[in-house]
């Protein structure tokens, strides 16, 4: 996390990384559109073997079942039987590379189970559409951004001139716009690199603080610097406890759920119950991963009370009484709480040597950072296969201007 943090006020690090993950989304889309193009034409060579069709172009001598079963997986199909023309382009060149894959279906009826396969199949492809299209769309903006940064052409603020004649909305709204674009600059401009640099530092800072603490659980005095703050700000009344000892006792607990909790989104062996990005994580995939996060709550609560070692003895709450069951355990006792957050030390030191990226590289596994170790010819070569391929997609969209909602239409999810 404050890795992360610090490198996003360096723009040109940043802008490097984008070009050289542009070729992987790139190649992913591809996949995904192709794959969306094989189940469709799965789909319509089963259709075609279902049933007969009168004058009328209506399904004759079928049970109200399967009829229903096969109207349901043709509405699917069909929702994405137009996609944006971004993505159209794309499937055309599927089309000549995987025109003769319906040589290989089955020439019999599709059961039900058949029918069952198609439909989840078809549904996975569409969120893996829908997914790589956003990611790419991502990098897109990210280009463009951090391209801005460094090359210095940002957009000077908009000055709106007001009409007297206008009507007080219009007014407060030309304000409005006129001040954010004034805000926008001058964050870009000044205050965007010393932000995150300053937040790195602090990320940074609560990280050593976290391990410290855990480290020394073991240890029959208190030394953790969390507990040390939060007696300054506490009278020994648990009435008199004011806010800022409510905030300082807040702020670790607060950055360590951040950093726990943020891995869910990286996780990507969950398979299709995986969190995927803004507003595209079906409804099985938020409960699926909601379920882990509670389950992940209590014992992150319990730590951090233990690693502070703050006395609950004069607190009467629920928690307590449930998490002090942990010391009449045999196997998972007082011992196991002390030494199994010292794994955390490991596990830091493996990730501050990027051991995750050179493990995923090692295995020839296709993941974000593992595309990110090489050798410096190898990168070089991906930073200007992604600038040719970012400079084309953005002509593109510069000459075939869209709606608002045109990039997401016949991807809708049904």
Not at 320 to 332: A, E, G, K, L, R
């Amino acid at each position: 996390c404050p890795r992360h943090v610090w490198n996003i006020s360096n723009p040109e690090g940043e802008l490097r990384r984008t070009r050289i993950v542009a070729s992987s989304a790139d190649e992913a889309l591809f996949e995904a559109v192709w794959e969306l193009q094989d189940c469709e034409a799965l789909i319509d060579a089963a259709a075609s073997r279902v049933g007969g069709l009168d004058e009328h172009g209506t399904r004759t001598q079928m049970d109200p079942h399967y009829a229903r079963c096969v109207d349901k997986l043709l509405t699917r199909r069909k929702a994405t039987a137009t996609l944006s023309p971004q993505l159209q382009r794309r499937r055309t060149a599927g089309n000549q590379r995987r025109r003769s894959h319906s040589e290989e279906l089955d020439q019999s009826i599709p059961t039900l189970d058949v029918l069952a396969k198609l439909n989840g199949r078809l549904q996975q492809a569409q969120s893996e559409v829908v997914a790589a299209e956003q990611r790419w769309n991502a990098i897109l903006a990210k280009n463009k951004l951090y391209s801005d940064l460094v090359e210095e052409t940002i957009n000077r603020p908009i000055r709106i001139d007001v009409d007297p004649s206008d009507t007080l909305l219009k007014v407060i709204h030309a304000r409005i716009t006129s001040c954010t674009s004034h805000v926008r600059y001058m964050w870009l401009k000044w205050l965007r690199g010393p932000f995150y640099r300053v937040l790195g530092t602090f990320c940074a800072s609560l990280s050593l603080m976290v391990l410290w603490s855990e480290a020394t659980l073991a240890l029959p005095f208190n030394v953790s610097p969390f507990a040390i703050l939060l007696g300054l700000f506490d009278s020994g009344e648990t009435k008199d406890r004011g806010l800022l000892f409510q905030l300082a006792a807040l702020v670790p607990l607060l950055y360590m759920s951040v950093c726990v909790y943020s891995s869910l989104f990286k996780f990507s062996l969950f398979g299709n119950f995986r969190l995927r990005g803004s507003k595209q994580s079906p409804g099985a995939a938020l409960l699926f991963n909601a379920q882990y996060l509670v389950r992940l709550q209590f014992p992150l609560g319990y730590n951090y009370l233990f690693m502070i070692k703050f006395d609950t003895s004069a607190t009467n709450c629920a928690f307590s009484h449930v998490m002090h069951n942990m010391s009449t355990v045999p196997f998972f006792g007082t011992s196991f709480s002390v030494y199994a957050p010292l794994l955390i030390l490991a596990l830091c030191g493996f990730t501050l040597c990027n051991g995750y990226a050179r493990l995923l590289a090692a295995l020839g596994v296709e993941h974000e950072d593992a595309i990110l170790i090489g050798d410096q010819e190898t990168l070089d070569s991906k930073v200007n296969e992604g600038i040719t391929l970012l400079r084309r997609a953005s002509d593109r969209q510069d000459s075939t201007p869209l709606n608002k909602d045109d990039s997401s239409r016949g991807l809708e999810l049904v």
